[in-house]
């Protein structure tokens, strides 16, 4: 069976058939840096570029490294303790469905994301990519499910 290709910009666009938006809450906090010129940061699912002027570049403590725009970490984080953020808006996300290829373009640059990995969604409705394991290992699900 051939692989669906599903380009995907806005959360809107996202198919009804993939199910409800899950939401859950983080386990984790994170520090931050400004990104030393223009970098590029290699994800499983392709590159992502952060600008310095735009961008924040997000550093877990496993050294996973990847950028967030500014004005969206400032809405979406509170300080929690020294040098240290916690994303405070509630992650919303659908996994990808097998035999499918979503195509997101996301702020920082295209993803091609695979199941069993997330299709993410922020605060407007901008889309990016969470893998499986990350999501098992960093995220608790709602009980209710979805959001």
């Known amino acids: 069976m051939q692989e669906q290709r599903i380009s995907i910009g806005h959360a809107s666009?996202?198919?009804?058939?993939?199910?409800?938006?899950?939401?859950?809450?983080?386990?984790?906090?994170?520090?931050?840096?400004?990104?030393r010129g223009t970098e590029t940061f290699s994800v499983a699912w392709g590159e992502l570029t952060a600008d310095p002027n735009l961008d924040w570049v997000v550093m877990l403590d496993d050294g996973t490294a990847y950028p967030i725009k500014?004005?969206?970490?400032?809405?979406?984080?509170?300080a929690a303790g020294a040098g240290r953020y916690r994303k405070v808006e509630r992650s919303?996300?659908?996994?990808?469905?097998?035999?499918?290829?979503a195509l997101l373009a996301t702020l920082e640059g295209p993803l091609e994301v695979r199941h069993p990995?997330?299709?993410?969604?922020?605060?407007?409705?901008?889309?990016?990519?969470?893998?499986?394991?990350?999501?098992?290992?960093?995220?608790?699900?709602?009980?209710?499910?979805?959001?």
């Open 92 to 101: 919303r996300l659908v996994q990808v469905p097998p035999d499918t290829v």
């Open 13 to 35: 666009e996202i198919p009804t058939t993939w199910g409800a938006l899950r939401s859950a809450s983080r386990r984790f906090t994170v520090a931050i840096r400004e990104p």
């Open 70 to 78: 500014k004005d969206l970490f400032e809405r979406t984080y509170e």
């Open 117 to 147: 990995d997330y299709v993410a969604v922020g605060a407007r409705g901008e889309v990016y990519a969470n893998a499986a394991n990350w999501v098992r290992e960093h995220l608790r699900f709602d009980t209710a499910g979805s959001a």
